[in-house]
């Protein structure tokens, strides 16, 4: 019961095929407590499994073997609806919906979640402050009126307005340039200090997670080949490890 | 032409009560292949075994020639014989396929990202549907439908063969007479009505059509 409560989502010995178990596997064998609080960075390259991961835990995907427990249920017992409505979701290029406006879009789960209208619109014009959009200036604007880094804090703000204890983040700096990619790091950090959610968020980028975890679990084909605090990470001995700080170019001072 | 333009003048109220009669077999038979291609088209979304038979379907009342589905039904109890009521089926028939297609094809090309959002918002299959493919996906359907409408304003005018009144009338009467006047009396108010269509519906699309 102790490690049901202290571990928020939890991976026993999952594996995972596409179409319904008929293909190669995706996921093996990974197993994977995640603390309440904080943020666990999935690292890996393109197809290592970091989304199929992410899936997993919202039950977009049910494992082909294993379980993944999220509350201390597994993701089965769970009714998808409830237990997706109770995850926040962002995704790169934060897929809002375009023919709802900004508010409509962070009022969305709130709203299937049948909240009364006035406390929705306070919580939408909280939200937008929250991740910095002046409610008065954006509130009606559509989503292709806003520059690639206001969509994503669009997509911060809808993911989080029902106040969910988790929020599962997908390369969700991927689509912006540098300089808005570092501002919203920037304000990430601010906002998951001071909101104490559990956060699993999948990037490729080495920087980004060291930037941004208190755990970094690196996976290579579908496995788990790390698992350490950002300071331990580039100590770890794996070859993926040394494959990633290569890609940093500060291997040397870092070590 | 001074012929065609007196032939107008003194059959003036004809064309046009035939002109009304065949905005009648349109608009009738397009209410119905809407009320059954829009939520046919919905329900195949989600349903491959269905899909393959309803397009199928469609598509084979699309390739029968259109006298000869005329034809067809006439024998058929309570929906055929001589008149209005076989023409509007046959015209149905007919509209069903681009209708069915635009609808299937408006629902599913919509953006994946869109719509993995959707799903992982906790949003039903039924919420998807309607809150997110139907808005997204009706200025495609919209598309099948001004299709559909230029197809049966063209085709309606065949029902006159089966006494289904409408322009066709005079085109039929001008074909067995070889006049010409009597010919351009049907066949230039339907031209116009399939511009018309094709223009009202034309810009409803893009008004609908969310970027």
Redesign the interface.
């Known amino acids: 019961m102790t490690i049901a409560q202290q571990n928020l989502i939890e991976f026993r010995d999952v594996s995972w095929r596409a179409n319904g178990g008929a293909s190669a596997e995706i996921i093996a064998g990974v197993s994977l407590e995640v603390p309440r609080g904080g943020t666990l960075v999935l690292l890996g390259r393109s197809g290592s499994g970091k989304t199929t991961l992410l899936k997993l835990i919202?039950g977009?995907h049910w494992p082909s073997q294993g379980e993944v427990r999220v509350e201390g249920r597994t993701t089965r017992e769970w009714d998808?609806?409830?237990?997706?409505?109770g995850?926040g979701?962002v995704?790169?290029?934060?897929?809002?919906?375009?023919?709802f406006t900004v508010a409509e879009n962070v009022a969305?789960?709130p709203g299937?979640e049948g909240w009364p209208n006035e406390k929705i619109a306070a919580r939408v014009k909280e939200m937008l402050e929250l991740v910095g959009l002046e409610p008065g200036e954006y509130a009606q604007r559509r989503p292709?009126e806003l520059s690639g880094g206001q969509r994503q804090r669009v997509?911060v703000a809808?993911a989080l307005a029902a106040d969910p204890p988790i929020l599962?983040m997908d390369e969700p700096f991927g689509a912006v340039d540098p300089v808005t990619r570092a501002e919203l790091q920037r304000e990430f950090q601010a906002l998951a200090r001071r909101l104490a959610k559990t956060i699993v968020f999948v990037t490729h980028d080495l920087r980004e997670a060291l930037l941004l975890a208190s755990r970094i679990v690196l996976l290579e084909r579908g496995r788990i080949v790390a698992n350490a605090r950002p300071e331990d990470f580039l100590r770890v001995q794996h070859p993926e490890v040394l494959a990633f700080a290569a890609s940093l170019d500060v291997r040397g001072s870092a070590v | 032409m001074t012929g065609f333009w007196s032939f107008l003048a003194a059959h003036q109220s004809e064309i046009l009560s035939a002109t009304l009669e065949h905005v009648e077999l349109v608009c009738i038979a397009m209410a119905a292949a809407i009320l059954i291609g829009v939520p046919l088209g919905m329900l195949i979304v989600r349903r491959a075994k269905l899909r393959a038979i309803a397009l199928g379907i469609a598509g084979i009342f699309q390739t029968v020639p259109s006298l000869a589905l005329f034809g067809f039904l006439i024998p058929i109890p309570f929906i055929g014989g001589i008149g209005k009521r076989t023409a509007i089926v046959a015209l149905t028939l007919y509209a069903l396929l681009p209708i069915l297609r635009n609808t299937y094809v408006g629902l599913t090309e919509i953006?994946p990202?869109?719509l993995?959002?959707?799903?992982?918002?906790?949003?039903?299959q039924t919420?998807i549907l309607f809150r997110?493919r139907f808005?997204?996906g009706l200025a495609v359907i919209l598309a099948g439908v001004r299709t559909a409408t230029i197809i049966t304003i063209g085709v309606a005018t065949i029902a006159a063969a089966i006494g289904a009144g409408g322009l066709g009338t005079f085109i039929f009467r001008g074909v067995a007479l070889v006049n010409d006047s009597l010919l351009l009396a049907g066949a230039i108010p339907a031209a116009l009505l399939a511009v018309l269509a094709d223009f009202l519906l034309g810009r409803l699309e893009r008004r609908l059509r969310?970027?």
């Open positions: 919202n977009m998808a609806t409830r237990l997706r409505r995850i979701y995704i790169q290029e934060a897929g809002l919906f375009p023919h969305l789960v299937l292709r997509g809808r599962l | 953006d990202a869109v993995e959002s959707a799903e992982a918002m906790g949003m039903t919420q997110v808005p997204l969310v970027t």
